[in-house]
């Protein structure tokens, strides 16, 4: 089984709609959770860190589930620049970083 | 804040040859430095982890003769694709840590093509 899995798309919404994507991870040890946005050809981007009491940021909602493990990102009110792959990112904690990341999953926003 | 270069963003190179990537915290000391390898549809991939001063730690696989790192400053680290071939074609992402947190700040990416 692969430390992060996740469904790699795309989700082709339109203008407004709400999307959500889920990710399972396998190692119980996994500490810390993120999701990344990573446009094409460029690096990836922070988009928000997500905690066990869920946390908001304007229209993006992460949500964690230590016990299914499993970790969610709602986006409300779809707009075109969202367009991008979403990637699940973990890490085992330390300072040592190991991130873990998943393959990602592709969104289309269209007019 | 926080920002990481690296250069060059794109290079072509012939087979045979060795190509330097540099990646740089503009703007912060990163204590560690990362080096991403991601080929097409597939995830990044951690290749080795370096800190200022010290060896490379290389994720298993990654071959350390042929993948050189030198962390030689708080703001500078460089990958060296040693005896490139097509295969070792990819994109290129570093990411420096460094602060009080563990959060990740990447490179912009360097784009190898090897003829």
């Known amino acids: 089984r692969k430390e992060v899995e996740q469904d790699p798309g795309p989700f082709n919404v339109p203008e407004g709609a709400t999307v959500a994507f889920n990710c399972t991870y396998s190692?119980?040890?996994?500490?810390?959770f993120f999701w990344y946005r990573q446009d094409c050809r460029k690096e990836p981007k922070l988009l928000m860190s997500?905690?066990?009491s869920g946390n908001e940021d304007g229209r993006f909602t992460a949500q964690l589930n230590r016990a299914s493990q499993y970790i969610s990102l709602l986006i409300r009110d779809s707009k075109l620049s969202d367009s991008a792959t979403y990637l699940c990112v973990l890490n085992y904690g330390g300072s040592q970083g190991n991130l873990i990341f998943g393959k990602g999953t592709k969104l289309s926003v269209k007019p | 804040g926080a920002v990481v270069s690296q250069h060059p963003s794109w290079v072509i190179c012939k087979s045979g040859t060795s190509v330097k990537i540099e990646c740089r915290s503009l703007d912060f000391q990163a204590t560690t430095m990362f080096w991403y390898r991601q080929f097409p549809k597939q995830s990044l991939m951690l290749m080795a982890t370096s800190n200022e001063g010290s060896k490379a730690t290389y994720e298993q696989g990654v071959e350390k003769d042929k993948f050189l790192i030198n962390h030689a400053s708080l703001t500078l680290s460089t990958l060296t694709v040693t005896s490139a071939h097509p295969e070792d074609s990819s994109f290129y992402i570093c990411?420096?840590?460094?602060?009080?947190?563990?959060?990740?700040?990447f490179g912009p990416g360097t784009r190898l093509t090897v003829t």
């Open positions: 190692n119980s040890a996994s500490q810390s």
């Open positions: 997500v905690y066990s």
């Open positions: 990411s420096a840590q460094g602060g009080l947190g563990y959060e990740q700040y």
